[in-house]
């Protein structure tokens, strides 16, 4: 330290004593202490033209104080190649004068960097960390050198040079935050977006850092969504800030204080460099149009992207219920973004809800075409193919010149396909060819081979699939043509065509997106081959991961150890499947637990070791395991002589599943009370005492609040209101529709609704209710059934047209049970004569009276039709 | 200097008596004259205060009327001054945007002691003053906090449910969210609960102040539960 301060010292001057000499001397001095350096350079100038040759002035000691302060006046004042060329003959002619030499030095540096002498500048760089590598400055002298890099677009050296920097722990907390900066910006340089974001995660504290980290977030999470990372962008987003608060932070903006010692000095000015260009960079920001808008547009992808599909609904519905400028010009994305995360949650009769609710308040928006598109994707997603096919042909038929006319068609052929329509899905894959990019055309090849191999046109689905395999597409698609090709060689069982190929797709794709997957097939392939010993191994390897392919695994192995009658496998196997749920805390597995079910019934032994028992036991209490818990139950009781003893208890099972209930009773917890309950009411049914078991549904239900029941629970208690016909019934079915809309018990659930309503005299209400269940839960068991019982009611209210359409279209299904057939028939028949179809009613009449012979009721019926019939 | 301050004033000189650990005011008369000093009391419409200048110091007497407005400079640090304040509660309506800010800010430190009554006796005060909208917001989210505290939950969400015609939910306070989130956990809704509680980190900019971990706790389960 004490060379930087002495740098300048002027204390004395052997210049005293020779007057005209000293006179000179004393006016170039007093200038550099009034910091007047170019005043004072002019001095030094004129100094040595008077004096320089005087003997006295050439004398060592004079010399080197004439030389270095004539040096530094002349840098300060600009003259940097005098000032340079004055140092550096100072450097070289006091080899021993250790006091100033790093300080020159660095000076020499600088002042070659700024007069774009870089070769010279890093010379003295070079020299200088080599030989002063303890002080501080050396990482000033890094970062100018990386600065120097950066320029001459070397980013490598840049980055070397900065992490000199990094390491250089005697930094202020600030200036660390400068310099990780600082970095960022040479990651971004180089297209390192993850360092780039690593260096301002590490930028934590203050203004500067917020400043930064504000100014960098909007094009790195862009970068992210780019390439791809949504989880990089995900928490870019995390760092947006408002033009508002940008202006304000620029306020906030630190000043640096005022300092007069040499060594501060350089310090001080390379901060107010650093400040001076956060700041212009933030102002460019706010200049360039910044808009919040983008920022939100970009906040809502990212929480899509990064699968926090609950987080951007949530923020859209802030963004719907908002009243400002701002949020109104984000009202389609918002819609698009709450469907498209209702769709990702599975929640379709949300997303649907929303996409009505956009197209009845904005007919005309311009994003029309975006939510019709959603409004068929959510059918699709819910696996209604038809209605998503019917979407897409409006959607295209009314928007034909649409720029996303294409990306329609190949959804829409795709759709096509799953409904079972290969043949036309294929023409329209093969027509597309010609019409779309040449980057689309392995995607549109795969999907041909879907349709080839969905139409019987094995070889030709070959084919194509080992055409996307050769073609330059993206990884997963080559991958999934070879699924393809490996599920043709599975099904017809193949052996040498599939070992070729699995051994062909591990050679191109070592560590493959979908290697467990193909391991899956594997498994299967050596499974239907009889080799049951290969198959559990590999079933067992892929099940050690997590996820659907992991849990299919568990599902196929417990398949096999019980298909093998193997009760110790299978036993240990289901063992290890709850622990593993329970230590990642998921849901306790269903099959794994009716697994030790049949362990215990078969073998008649308890399953459930003593540690394992209690764990579950709590878990029930705490309602942490309720979806598992009636099969749990279960278990307990075939074994309860065992179980009894290590859940420490002397009750016979029903009394402590009685005192269990009490406890939760006394204690409020609704959804624990509720399974213990549940399932006695179920073993006083199977017991045949049906009044005991109602009596205790019933009593549940003035118990519980339904709001905190599990979806099994709420639906037994709101099926046993409707069926007393208790006031609250519509209350709870309708709590259940609320709570849990996408239940597959919604269906039974909205039918009882509808039965209410017609029951209470509102026949409107009751069909609408029922035409819900049938257009939104045509994949449910109820389906078939409320549409028959439709069709009945659109006749008894005289809709004859939609009774004989509903009914037709019934008939036309392949699949129905034969007494819902006669019921349509008869339906049929019954609006046919109405109507004056004599004939047609006449032959239904005839069909039921032949083949439905067995079902009296509707033979009587029909019989009294025919009569009418063959009366007119 | 008596003339010029008329008969409004009461002019009295003592000995300034160490440091004055006290309530600091600045005013602006109704004829533009400012004035500044240390807040004694408030009595029979009258404001009084200690001016001091050199080593002296006058007490002086302004009546409310002649009092246009009034600025509070500074505080003690603790939230124990609002206690002294009372007696100036009929000067609250005299106090500028900034001052009333500044107020506000005080009751927080209130609710950070669990004052909770005394937070809801000074938020009514506060709420007779017509201020500006985003001030009055801010009280009644404090008042309805308090209300929460207290173990009136009902009357809790009646007071920030008024708010929310005038209060979007992109510029509601943290505390409005956390408040909305723990009452709708309390009457079972936690689809409300985790609306509130996500909000003020899905917003641009992201919320980090200091409920940022409370909030977050009353996100609850992240992943989204699906039914059985």
């Known amino acids: 330290m004490s060379v930087f301060l002495l740098a300048l010292g002027m204390a004395s001057h052997p210049a005293d004593g020779i007057l005209p000499l000293r006179d000179q001397w004393k006016a170039a001095v007093l200038a550099l202490q009034k910091n007047e350096p170019a005043k004072a350079a002019t001095r030094f100038r004129e100094f040595n033209h008077w004096y320089g040759n005087e003997p006295e002035v050439a004398e060592g000691t004079f010399r080197e104080r004439f030389q270095r302060l004539w040096g530094l006046a002349s840098l300060q004042s600009g003259e940097l190649d005098e000032g340079i060329r004055l140092l550096e003959a100072w450097l070289e002619e006091n080899p021993d004068h250790s006091r100033f030499r790093a300080f020159i030095r660095f000076q020499i540096g600088l002042a070659c960097r700024s007069s774009d002498r870089a070769e010279e500048a890093t010379r003295h760089w070079s020299i200088f960390v080599t030989q002063y590598p303890e002080l501080p400055e050396c990482a000033l002298v890094h970062w100018m050198w990386a600065e120097l890099e950066l320029s001459r677009s070397s980013l490598a050296s840049a980055k070397a040079h900065m992490l000199n920097v990094l390491s250089e722990e005697r930094l202020p907390e600030s200036g660390q935050v400068l310099a990780l900066a600082a ?32 100014v960098l977030a909007p094009s790195l999470a862009n970068q992210f969504q780019t390439n791809g990372n949504p989880e990089g962008a995900f928490q870019a987003s995390q760092w947006f800030s408002t033009p508002t608060q ?60 990064s699968d926090r599909a609950a987080d951007a609904g949530l923020l859209s519905r802030a963004l719907l219920e908002s009243q400002s400028d701002l949020a109104r010009t984000l009202r389609s994305t918002a819609y698009a973004t709450a469907i498209r ?58 928007f034909p010149e649409n720029d996303s006319i294409i990306k329609w068609r190949i959804a829409a052929a795709g759709w096509r396909l799953e409904s079972g329509q290969a043949e036309s899905a294929l023409r329209e894959f093969i027509e597309l060819e010609s019409a779309c990019r040449e980057s689309w055309l392995p995607y549109l090849r795969f999907q041909a081979a879907r349709c080839w191999k969905a139409s019987s046109g094995i070889e030709e689905a070959k084919s194509a699939f080992r055409d996307v395999t050769q073609m330059k597409a993206s990884p997963a698609l080559m991958e999934q043509g070879w699924i393809g090709l490996l599920k043709i060689h599975l099904a017809s069982m193949d052996g040498p065509a599939f070992g070729k190929t699995i051994q062909d797709y591990r050679t191109s794709h070592a560590d493959g997106l979908y290697k467990e997957m193909v391991n899956m097939l594997d498994a299967s392939f050596h499974e239907l081959a009889g080799d049951l010993d290969r198959a559990t191994g590999i079933y067992q390897q892929v099940s050690t991961g997590e996820g659907p392919i992991a849990d299919h695994a568990l599902n196929q192995l417990s398949r096999i150890h019980a298909a093998r009658e193997d009760y110790p496998a299978l036993r240990e196997h289901a063992l290890k499947w709850i622990q593993s749920m329970i230590n990642r805390n998921s849901r306790l597995p269903v099959r794994g637990l009716s697994d030790c079910v049949l362990y215990q019934s078969t073998v008649g032994k308890a399953i459930l070791p003593a540690a394992l028992l209690r764990t579950l036991s709590d878990g029930l209490d705490s309602s942490r395991f309720t979806s598992g818990g009636d099969i749990l139950l279960q278990l307990l009781m075939d074994r309860w002589e065992v179980y009894s003893v290590w859940l420490d208890t002397h009750s016979d099972f029903e009394s402590w599943l009685k005192d269990k209930a009490a406890q939760h009773h006394a204690s409020g917890r609704w959804s624990a009370l509720s399974v213990y309950k549940l399932f006695h009411a179920n073993l006083l049914e199977m017991d045949g005492r049906h009044d005991s078991a109602d009596t205790n549904r019933i009593a549940l239900l003035s118990l519980v609040d339904a709001n905190a029941l599990p979806d099994s629970s709420l639906f037994q208690l709101a099926v046993t209101a409707d069926k007393y016909d208790f006031p609250e019934a519509t209350l709870l079915l309708e709590t259940f529709i609320g709570k849990y809309s996408e239940s597959p018990r919604c269906p039974l659930v909205l039918v009882r609704l509808a039965k209410r309503a017609r029951k209470g005299g509102e026949r409107d209400k009751s069909r609408a209710i029922m035409e819900d269940v049938v257009s939104d839960w045509s994949d449910s068991t109820a389906f078939i059934s409320s549409a028959v019982q439709l069709a009945k009611w659109y006749h008894e209210d005289g809709l004859l047209e939609k009774s004989e359409f509903l009914s037709q279209q019934l008939l036309e299904l392949g699949g129905m049970p034969p007494r819902e057939t006669a019921e349509t028939l008869l339906i049929r028949a019954t609006v046919d004569l109405a109507q004056g179809r004599r004939q047609r009613c006449l032959l239904s009449c005839k069909r039921i009276q032949t083949l439905y012979s067995s079902f009296q009721d509707i033979m009587d019926e029909s019989r009294n039709l025919l009569r009418k019939a063959t009366d007119v | 200097m008596c003339e010029r301050w008329g008969l409004f004033c009461i002019i009295m000189l003592t000995q300034i008596a160490g440091h004055l650990d006290a309530i600091q005011i600045k005013g602006i008369r109704q004829n533009g004259m400012t004035f500044s000093g240390q807040l004694i009391r408030a009595q029979d419409n009258f404001i009084e205060f200690r001016s001091n200048t050199g080593n002296q110091s006058q007490i002086i007497g302004i009546p409310f009327s002649q009092v246009q407005s009034l600025q509070v400079t500074d505080v003690p640090g603790e939230s124990s001054w609002l206690v002294n304040l009372e007696p100036f509660f009929p000067l609250l309506p005299l106090f500028d945007l900034h001052a009333q800010g500044m107020l506000i800010d005080q009751l927080e430190g209130l609710a950070n002691d669990e004052q909770w009554s005394r937070l809801y006796q000074w938020t009514g005060y506060l709420q007779g003053i017509e201020g500006e909208g985003a001030a009055s917001d801010r009280i009644t989210t404090l008042r309805a906090w308090a209300l929460l505290e207290m173990g009136l939950r009902q009357l809790a969400g009646e007071l920030l449910a008024s708010l929310e015609s005038s209060l979007d939910p992109l510029e509601a306070s943290g505390l409005y969210c956390w408040l909305r989130a723990r009452i709708a956990i309390e009457e079972n809704l936690p689809e409300e609960a985790r609306y509130w509680a996500a909000l003020p980190s899905l917003r641009i900019p992201a919320y980090k102040g200091n409920l940022s971990a409370r909030l977050e706790e009353l996100r609850s389960d992240p992943s989204d539960p699906k039914p059985s």
Not at chain 1, 376 to 392: E, I, L, N, W
């Open chain 1, 183 to 214: 970095m960022a910006l040479i990651d971004l340089s180089n297209g390192d977006h993850a360092s780039a974001l690593e260096h301002l995660s590490k930028c934590n504290q203050g203004t500067v850092s917020q400043i930064w980290r504000s």
């Open chain 1, 341 to 398: 995360a209702s769709q990702m949650r599975e929640k379709w009769n949300e997303a649907n809800e929303l996409a009505d609710t956009y197209l009845d308040a904005f007919p005309d928006d311009p994003a029309l075409p975006d939510i019709l598109f959603l409004q068929a994707k959510t059918a699709a997603g819910r696996k209604d193919f038809f209605t998503a096919v019917d979407r897409m042909e409006k959607l295209i038929s009314r």
């Open chain 1, 246 to 305: 940008l202006r304000r932070m620029l306020r906030e903006l630190p000043s640096l204080s005022h300092t007069s010692s040499p060594r501060q000095v350089i310090w001080k000015n390379h901060w107010k460099n650093q400040l001076g260009y956060l700041h212009s960079n933030l102002e460019n920001v706010l200049d360039s149009g910044f808009e919040l808008k983008h920022l939100y547009e970009m906040r809502l992808q990212t929480l899509l992207d």
